[in-house]
């Protein structure tokens, strides 16, 4: 369907399982949400339907299959499942055994968790401690006794322990970048109290 009603080769049967597309929803007050238009190739493709359809919030690009009902049953996309898979990468960056202290459901471990997340959200990649690579990234270290996250900015090697670009330069680009990662977590909504003496910070949850 491309239009209000019927059915295209993407909404096709496979056995009794119907594949899941990009399909345009209208929001329903009351009762289900209604699938109106598609499916469609991509996100980018429904993005741009759904412009063309009207003001924004009338209806919304979302992944799924369509129920039988008209309804939508709703799928993590392609894109969030390559997120999730990123998200994970990332994680795997921290330090062996940084969570072996931590119950699985500590605030510290989720928060661990969530700041990596909103890292990844703007493309700061963690530095990986495991593979003790030469490139940097933000550094993740909980701390129990500080009731937070100590977050610090490591540059790469050729800058941090060459010196390549001057003991000047190193200093300043480590004060930059430890203010933008700081900027950007609280900007995401967590409490971020400076080291004294550091470019760190600790981070907490949010009030």
Same mark, same amino acid.
């Given at each position: 369907?491309?239009?209000?009603?019927?059915?295209?080769?993407?909404?096709?049967?496979?056995?009794?399982?119907?594949?899941?597309?990009?399909?345009?929803?209208?929001?329903?007050?009351?009762?289900?949400?209604?699938?109106?238009?598609?499916?469609?190739? #991509?996100?980018?493709?429904?993005?741009?339907? *759904?412009?063309?359809? %009207? /003001? $924004? =919030?009338? &209806?919304?690009?979302?992944?799924?299959?369509?129920?039988?009902?008209?309804?939508?049953?709703?799928?993590?996309?392609?894109?969030?499942?390559?997120?999730?898979?990123?998200?994970?990468?990332?994680?795997?960056?921290?330090?062996?055994?940084?969570?072996?202290?931590?119950?699985?459901?500590?605030?510290?471990?989720?928060?661990?968790?969530?700041?990596?997340?909103?890292?990844? #959200?703007?493309?700061?990649?963690?530095?990986? *401690?495991?593979?003790? %690579? /030469? $490139? =940097?990234? &933000?550094?993740?270290?909980?701390?129990?006794?500080?009731?937070?996250?100590?977050?610090?900015?490591?540059?790469?090697?050729?800058?941090?322990?060459?010196?390549?670009?001057?003991?000047?330069?190193?200093?300043?680009?480590?004060?930059?970048?430890?203010?933008?990662?700081?900027?950007?977590?609280?900007?995401?909504?967590?409490?971020?109290?400076?080291?004294?003496?550091?470019?760190?910070?600790?981070?907490?949850?949010?009030?």
């Amino acid at each position: 369907m491309t239009g209000l009603s019927g059915l295209t080769s993407g909404d096709l049967l496979l056995g009794e399982v119907r594949r899941p597309g990009w399909w345009l929803v209208e929001r329903a007050d009351v009762g289900l949400d209604r699938v109106v238009a598609g499916p469609f190739l #991509d996100r980018t493709e429904a993005a741009w339907a *759904a412009a063309v359809q %009207g /003001p $924004a =919030g009338e &209806v919304d690009p979302e992944y799924g299959v369509r129920a039988a009902d008209g309804s939508l049953s709703r799928r993590p996309s392609p894109e969030e499942r390559s997120w999730f898979e990123l998200l994970e990468e990332q994680l795997d960056r921290l330090p062996e055994g940084w969570d072996a202290e931590l119950p699985d459901d500590h605030p510290l471990a989720t928060l661990v968790v969530e700041m990596t997340a909103a890292l990844t #959200d703007a493309g700061l990649p963690l530095h990986d *401690a495991r593979g003790a %690579g /030469p $490139a =940097g990234g &933000v550094c993740l270290a909980p701390e129990p006794v500080l009731g937070g996250v100590v977050v610090t900015w490591r540059q790469h090697d050729r800058t941090s322990v060459d010196r390549s670009a001057g003991t000047e330069a190193d200093t300043l680009v480590q004060q930059v970048m430890g203010r933008a990662v700081a900027e950007v977590l609280s900007l995401r909504s967590f409490a971020v109290e400076r080291l004294e003496g550091s470019t760190g910070v600790v981070v907490r949850w949010g009030a």
